[in-house]
């Protein structure tokens, strides 16, 4: 079926990112200049998680202790087939780096979603304002919970500020870790959090324990 191939080139163009049926739908239309319904979007997608081929990651409030049904994130099982469907193309270190940890995760048996942290902030108004602040993996395997943020490259204290943010505002004793591209042993600051480098992650099966 050439549709559903071009609805999962659609996807592939978008790995790591927020989406939901209605949004890829749009996409198609814009691209392809052709119609199809969210709801055969959704179809198709069921049909690709059925094949091992692609994963839905659905957010969790934090705080409120529950999922948001929609929007969530796709990541492909194999990243290379996904590269390779785009003809090597689209090679954005980011998103492949932030796919590449979530399969890693999940290979070592942990349960993965996607992290909101909903805070009362005022604004430079004095404003008071509702924010969501995303924390890119919740690693969950028994008791053990980690928070992990997938950050190709931290080049400054204000980067590392917007990085860490999110786990300032999870007000929880749970093990923080920043992944980034370089190679990096782990360090570790005077709040605890963790930074090392996704090779130093993806080496050692007990990295999160660093």
């Not at 691209?31 to 081929?53: C, F, L, N, P, R």
């Not at 999870?170 to 923080?176: C, G, I, L, P, V």
């Amino acid at each position: 079926n050439t549709l559903i191939g071009e609805v999962l080139d659609v996807i592939a163009s978008g790995i790591s990112t927020l989406t939901n049926p209605r949004k890829i739908a749009d996409t198609f239309a814009s691209v392809k200049q052709e119609q199809i319904s969210d709801t055969t979007v959704d179809k198709y997608i069921g049909h690709m998680e059925d094949a091992y081929m692609l994963s839905r990651v659905k957010r969790y409030n934090v705080k409120g202790r529950k999922y948001i049904g929609t929007p969530y994130k796709i990541y492909f099982e194999d990243i290379g087939l996904r590269n390779a469907r785009l003809n090597f193309r689209q090679i954005e270190g980011t998103h492949i780096m932030e796919n590449i940890i979530y399969n890693e995760l999940r290979f070592r048996g942990y349960q993965v979603d996607v992290g909101v942290v909903e805070t009362r902030e005022r604004n430079a108004e004095g404003k008071e304002i509702r924010n969501q602040r995303e924390i890119d993996f919740i690693a969950t395997l028994g008791s053990k919970k980690y928070y992990i943020q997938s950050a190709y490259g931290i080049p400054d204290e204000e980067k590392y500020r917007q990085e860490t943010i999110s786990f300032d505002k999870t007000a929880d004793s749970f093990r923080k870790i920043i992944l980034v591209e370089k190679s990096m042993k782990p360090r570790r600051d005077e709040k605890g959090y963790v930074m090392m480098g996704v090779k130093e992650f993806l080496l050692d099966r007990d990295s999160l324990e660093a």
